[in-house]
């Protein structure tokens, strides 16, 4: 079956850098694009960013660009989100979520979510 | 960016009523609107997609309608374990965005 679980969550210092990591199974990731969303504590969804099947097409909330780099390791099945400068708003449990569609360029609905991970920006 | 507006933002329901769970588009989206359930501690689920299409293995009690700016969610009998946060999110285009969410509470 589907599984996407993450990892590398963790309490950080403003300005600091962490690095999450989705690792897939029960797929054939290098056919799927995978999208990060995060929640804030007692708040909505929110898109992050996502990333093409081949890693060739890549966007990103404005909130985050220019801080934050999606990328993947297809030889691997993972997924990772490095993010740097870090800032109190980014406080938030943060998914991955595979797309639908096979080998698409999207953008795409989502068919399935990993568990998350709580990121905590705080000095 | 196109903004997804929810309402109500919450409502309270008995067991066994029909609910209906409104989403507006800022701009027209064709069908690219999917809705998620997400219960408190836990990860989305996937509801439906394009509008009205049920994603596999969710229940027909589940249904959506609409196109372009206008969308609805219906719970057709609502069951204990209906009672969650929904969302609707626009894929139409970059960036995707979703709505603030309709808390579903027991009356």
């Known amino acids: 079956q589907v599984q996407l679980v993450e990892s590398g969550g963790g309490v950080v210092q403003p300005g600091g850098s962490l690095r999450l990591s989705c690792a897939a199974s029960g797929f054939t990731f290098s056919s799927y694009g995978i999208h990060w969303v995060r929640q804030a504590p007692g708040k909505g969804l929110e898109w992050v960013a996502f990333t093409r099947y081949d890693g060739s097409n890549k966007y990103y909330a404005d909130s985050v660009k220019g801080r934050f780099t999606i990328s993947r390791d297809n030889s691997k099945n993972t997924l990772s989100l490095q993010m740097n400068s870090l800032r109190a708003e980014d406080t938030a449990v943060y998914y991955c979520?595979?797309?639908?569609?096979?080998?698409?360029?999207?953008?795409?609905?989502?068919?399935?979510w990993g568990q998350g991970t709580l990121v905590t920006v705080s000095s | 960016d196109i903004q997804m507006t929810q309402s109500p933002s919450s409502l309270s329901a008995s067991v066994g009523d029909r609910v209906t769970i409104t989403c507006r588009a800022s701009q027209g989206i064709s069908n690219y609107l999917a809705w998620f359930q997400q219960k408190p501690g836990k990860a989305p689920k996937s509801l439906i997609y394009a509008a009205s299409s049920l994603q596999s293995g969710v229940p027909s009690k589940f249904s959506g309608s609409g196109s372009g700016t206008d969308f609805t969610l219906t719970i057709s009998s609502l069951q204990p374990e209906d009672f969650a946060t929904y969302y609707c999110?626009?894929?139409?285009?970059?960036?995707?965005?979703f709505g603030g969410g309709t808390k579903v509470e027991i009356k």
């Open positions: 999110q626009q894929y139409n285009t970059y960036p995707l965005t």
């Open positions: 979520a595979k797309d639908a569609v096979l080998v698409g360029s999207g953008p795409y609905y989502f068919d399935y």
